[in-house]
């Protein structure tokens, strides 16, 4: 759970960018949904880890840090250097960044529900197996959506 809640603070990193890096509207809704249910999502991470006695957050560096500590990333995370790069585009170059580095971060997400659910006696608690299950199916919709839009974004370089 901790490291989720750090990798879903990424994605909401990445949406917050959106507005200010964009006009596509397509792209605009897709953030909006993505930052949503991802901040629900943290703040029933923060719940249910509180409610266990479990410290909400990881012991290592914040996830901004630029100082010389190495910065353990959860599966699928953007690096440092992809965030930057993220940051500094604009319009149909920031698109295809936002749009590849979202499967790359939901594809994370998966590897992450695998390994929980690889885990034994890790669907014992019902919660826990709701929550997981239902973000395994969230983001394997936003990848398929996620998908179809890169492909409508690509130039016609095929025909």
């Known amino acids: 759970m901790q490291g989720m809640i750090m990798h879903h ?13 964009t006009e596509n ?8 949904r993505i930052s949503s249910s991802q901040s629900d999502e943290i703040r029933f991470m923060k ?3 509180a409610v266990r006695g ?6 290592m560096p914040g996830m901004r840090s630029m100082d010389s500590h190495p910065m353990v990333l959860m599966p699928g995370m953007l690096t440092p250097a992809q965030m930057e790069a993220l940051r500094k585009a604009k319009g149909a ?13 939901h594809n994370g997400a998966l ?6 659910f690889d885990t034994e006696g890790a669907g014992q608690d019902a ?33």
């Open 127 to 159: 919660e826990l197996f709701d929550f997981a299950t239902d973000a395994d199916n969230t983001q394997r919709a936003e990848i398929r959506i996620v998908q179809t839009m890169l492909e409508k974004n690509t130039p016609e370089e095929k025909q």
């Open 47 to 49: 719940r249910w880890l």
């Open 9 to 21: 603070s990424q994605a909401v990193e990445m949406t917050a960018l959106i507005p200010s890096h």
């Open 111 to 116: 590897t992450m529900v695998k390994d929980l």
């Open 25 to 32: 509207k397509d792209l605009r809704s897709l953030g909006a």
């Open 93 to 105: 170059g920031f698109d295809h960044l936002f749009l590849t580095g979202m499967i790359q971060h």
């Open 54 to 59: 479990e410290q909400v957050s990881m012991a």
